[in-house]
C-alpha cells in the first residue's frame, strides 16, 4: 500500500494526522489506513505503536457500538518536539475501571498478568475482552493518560450514563540512537 | 528460532486468539492461507516445531463464530513486550472450522469498502 500520509521528523513544526474513525467502519480499513501513515522513528517499532492504538481503537469502537453511538472517535498523531503524540477520542460512555482487572493508575511493571483477576475478567467476557489494552498502551508508550468527559467535553470521574466518553493521551519520544532528535531538530 | 516458509501474501490482521492450554490471550496480527502471526504479551512455553491449538475470536465480522485452529511453529519471535510466534496452519478437519479460517483469510484480504 502506498503512504497515505508521513509525519517526518525533518519538520520543524508541530503536525498532526487526524483520522476520523466511523464506528461502523469495516476494521480491516482502520487497520489499512493505520498501516498507510508513516511513522516517526520513536523509541519503539512502529509495529508496536499500531498494535496498541489498534488495540486502544478496537475498545473505542466496540464501545460506540455497544451504544448505538454513531459520532466518529477521533485519532489525532501528532509529531512535536521530537515526540509522536498519540490522542483517542470517543463517544463510548466510558467504562467502569473497577471492573478491569487492574487499576487505571496501576504501574504496569508491577502487575502480575497470571493473577485471577485476569483470567476471571476474560472468561467473564467470553474472551472477547482481554482487559489488556491500557496495560498495553502504557507498556508501549512512556507516557499513558486516560479521562472521562462529560457531555461538555469537561473531565469528570465515571459515571454510568453521564459520562459521554474518554479521552485517552499517548506520547512516546525520540529514538535512543539520536536519529530522531537530530532530525527533528532540522540538522 | 526457525523461519518462516510462507510465501502467499500476508495480510494485517486483527483477531483474538486464545491459546486453549492456559488460556493465554493473544492477537492474529498477520493471515495467510497458510498461516498467520500470533502475539501473546505473556510468554509462552513452546518452540519451533510445536503444535498448538488456538481459539479464534474474529469480533469484526460477526458472520464468523469462534473456531479453533492448530498452528505449528514456524518462528519464535521475542520482541519485549511482546511474544509472538510465525505459524503455519495444521490440516482443519473440521469443515466449519476450515469454512471460518478461510473467512476470516477473506475478510483480512478483501477489497477495501
Given at each position: 500500500m502506498e503512504p497515505l500520509e508521513s509525519l517526518q521528523m525533518n519538520e520543524k513544526r508541530s503536525r498532526t494526522i487526524r483520522l476520523s474513525v466511523n464506528p461502523r467502519a469495516d476494521f480491516r480499513d482502520v487497520i489499512r489506513t493505520l498501516e498507510a501513515i508513516v511513522l516517526p522513528?520513536?523509541?519503539?517499532?512502529d509495529e508496536h505503536v499500531r498494535f496498541a492504538v489498534l488495540e486502544l481503537l478496537n475498545n473505542s469502537i466496540r464501545a460506540h457500538k455497544e451504544k448505538g453511538e454513531p459520532r466518529d472517535i477521533s485519532v489525532d498523531l501528532t509529531l512535536t518536539n521530537g515526540r509522536l503524540v498519540v490522542t483517542i477520542r470517543d463517544?463510548?460512555?466510558?467504562?467502569?475501571?473497577?471492573?478491569?482487572?487492574?487499576?487505571?493508575?496501576?504501574d504496569p511493571a508491577l502487575l502480575d498478568l497470571h493473577s485471577p483477576a485476569f483470567e476471571e475478567y476474560q472468561k467473564r467476557n467470553g474472551f472477547k475482552r482481554f482487559g489488556m489494552g491500557i496495560y498495553i498502551a502504557k507498556k508501549t508508550f512512556d507516557e499513558f493518560r486516560l479521562i472521562f468527559l462529560d457531555d461538555r467535553d469537561k473531565p469528570m470521574a465515571w459515571t454510568a450514563g453521564k459520562t459521554t466518553g474518554t479521552l485517552i493521551t499517548l506520547s512516546v519520544g525520540a529514538r535512543l540512537d539520536g536519529s530522531a532528535s537530530e532530525a527533528a531538530s532540522g540538522e | 528460532m526457525g523461519s518462516e516458509q510462507r510465501k502467499d501474501l500476508r495480510v494485517p490482521s486483527y483477531a483474538k486468539a486464545v491459546l486453549?492450554?492456559?488460556?493465554v490471550p493473544g492477537y492474529i496480527r498477520d493471515l495467510s492461507s497458510s498461516g498467520c502471526q500470533v502475539a501473546f504479551i505473556l510468554p509462552v512455553s513452546v518452540a519451533v516445531g510445536d503444535v498448538i491449538s488456538v481459539q479464534v475470536i474474529?469480533?469484526?465480522?460477526?458472520?464468523?463464530?469462534p473456531f479453533h485452529v492448530r498452528l505449528r511453529i514456524r518462528r519464535v519471535i521475542e520482541d519485549p513486550p511482546w511474544h509472538s510466534l510465525g505459524t503455519q496452519v495444521e490440516t482443519i478437519r473440521d469443515p466449519k472450522e476450515a469454512e471460518a479460517f478461510e473467512k476470516l483469510v477473506s475478510y483480512y484480504s478483501g477489497p477495501a469498502t
Open positions: 522513528p520513536v523509541r519503539v517499532s463517544f463510548g460512555g466510558g467504562f467502569d475501571p473497577e471492573k478491569l482487572p487492574y487499576g487505571l493508575e496501576e | 486453549v492450554d492456559g488460556h474474529a469480533e469484526h465480522d460477526p458472520t464468523i463464530a
